[in-house]
């Protein structure tokens, strides 16, 4: 069985990432999380800061790594030798952007698939953006993320981290 490449920004984890890694585990030998050293939008979080929520979040499982990537996912793909991407689909909405990008990815590398995990209903709303306006305004995050995220984004913004 092969590994699957679960890449993102991560900026921060949600509970909805968590859950997509955490259900490609059970389905693949192992999960490799890339994190992109560089996302377009300037983030919140540093790397450093985005790795160690991962590990923290995804400590309990032991066939998770936890890496960084800049440049194109293709070549990040290919010097590990992984061959899946798995991502997850909360709504129609991602559905065009996502299959856009596994296209685009397959033509810079064929044989690179795809493939989706449904969000599950209860994570279907969350989005690291959406997360992070809540959290500035001092609303409550703490059902939305792991824990250490929650904390992380409460001293981030000088918030109290409760539910
Ligand atoms: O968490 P995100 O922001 O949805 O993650 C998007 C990510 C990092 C997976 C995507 O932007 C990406 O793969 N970036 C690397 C650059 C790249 O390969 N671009 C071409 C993909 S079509």
């Known amino acids: 069985m092969p590994k699957a490449l679960c890449p993102g920004s991560f900026d921060p984890p949600t509970n909805g990432h968590i859950d997509v890694i955490e259900r490609s585990a059970r389905h693949f030998e192992g999960v490799v999380v890339a994190v992109i050293a560089n996302p377009?939008?300037?983030?919140?979080?540093?790397?450093?800061?985005?790795?160690?929520?991962?590990?923290?979040?995804?400590?309990?499982?032991?066939?998770?790594?936890?890496?960084?990537?800049?440049?194109?996912?293709?070549d990040f793909a290919k010097e590990r030798a992984l061959g899946v991407v798995v991502?997850?689909?909360?709504?129609?909405?991602?559905?065009?952007?996502?299959?856009?990008?596994?296209?685009?990815n397959d033509e810079l590398s064929p044989g690179l698939d795809t493939m989706f995990l449904t969000a599950k209903p209860e994570w279907a709303f969350l989005s690291s953006s959406l997360v992070k306006e809540v959290a500035k305004f001092g609303g409550a995050v703490a059902n939305m993320v792991p824990a250490g995220v929650a904390g992380a984004l409460a001293e981030r913004f000088g918030t109290a981290a409760g539910p």
């Open 87 to 104: 991502k997850g689909l909360r709504a129609v909405s991602d559905f065009e952007y996502e299959l856009q990008m596994a296209q685009m």
């Open 40 to 74: 377009s939008k300037q983030p919140l979080f540093s790397l450093e800061e985005r790795t160690e929520m991962l590990k923290e979040a995804l400590h309990h499982l032991d066939n998770i790594e936890i890496a960084s990537f800049d440049g194109l996912l293709v």
